[in-house]
């Protein structure tokens, strides 16, 4: 597994996936995240966002055309934590749905889901050039291993051949949770995936959660291979560059936030 960091200065970054260990810089697509400075990519069917319509363009036409020469589409998705993934053939294909993920063969689309503290997940698959994007709260952990099966099942996918990034998100020195979560995590996923967190003052017991060793957990048992997988070492909930709920809101659902957006497509 190879540990990148995805901070920069700038309003998006984009990185390349890994295979044996090394970074696919030719003939691969790439994947990245905008940061709070980019403002918010917050989507919904019935709203529209201007901020987010320019900075995608900008990214699928970006200075660095596409495989073809030609700008990709993004292809939106509205999120609802669930382990809900498409795969899509045209930019359209996902019009008025709800879900968490989307995959696709075509190099002119770009899938586009969003995260402010939860992970994106992107995939890219070698052999058939299966590629996409996934939203990972901790509701929606799971996720991945249903991606990895809709790309098994519509196009063939040899999980041998695929390379899997592990976004931004909530990292455990951010996010603590109470007994209920980590008691579902530990039998859910893995034992080290929780552990204690000794506040000091509270009276019911608190956990520092790991979604990145859930979910490597997940990998490791549908049979990614470590040296095809990369890690994020950025953590939103500390890091002020990037967009966090948690950070921005203390919790509260009524206040607004920075969402990001994760994206992967054949943008350089
Ligand atoms: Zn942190």
């Not at 948690?246 to 936030?257: H, I, L, S």
Request: proline share 4%; net charge neutral; charged share 25%.
């Amino acid at each position: 597994m190879t540990r990148i960091t995805l901070s920069c200065t700038e309003p998006y970054a984009v990185r390349p996936f890994y295979a044996g260990g090394k970074p696919l810089l030719h003939d691969a697509p790439f994947w990245g995240m905008t940061l709070k400075k980019a403002g918010s990519m917050r989507f919904r069917w019935n709203e529209t966002n201007g901020t987010r319509d320019t900075l995608l363009k900008e990214i699928t036409s970006g200075g660095s055309a596409s495989q073809n020469g030609a700008p990709c589409d993004p292809v939106p998705l509205e999120l609802i934590h669930s382990k809900i993934v498409y795969s899509v053939s045209s930019a359209s294909d996902t019009y008025g749905l709800q879900g968490d993920g989307i995959v696709t063969d075509r190099t002119s689309l770009m899938p586009v889901v969003t995260a402010a503290d939860c992970m994106p997940i992107f995939f890219y698959e070698r052999e058939r050039g299966v590629f996409g994007v996934a939203h990972s709260g901790w509701k929606g952990t799971g996720i991945v291993t249903e991606a990895i099966a809709v790309m098994r099942r519509i196009y063939g996918t040899d999980v041998k051949n695929l390379s899997v990034a592990l976004g931004p998100h909530i990292r455990s020195c951010c996010y603590i949770v109470d007994e209920e979560r980590a008691s579902y995590f530990k039998k859910n996923f893995c034992d080290d995936c929780v552990r204690e967190y000794e506040s000091g003052y509270a009276n019911a017991k608190r956990y520092r959660l790991s979604l990145e060793k859930a979910n490597l957990s997940l990998l490791e048992a549908s049979g990614v291979r470590d040296e095809n997988i990369a890690v994020c070492d950025d953590c939103t909930g500390c890091d002020e560059r990037f967009g966090s709920f948690r950070r921005e809101t203390g919790g509260d659902v009524q206040k607004p936030f920075t969402v990001q957006a994760a994206f992967c497509g054949w943008i350089r």
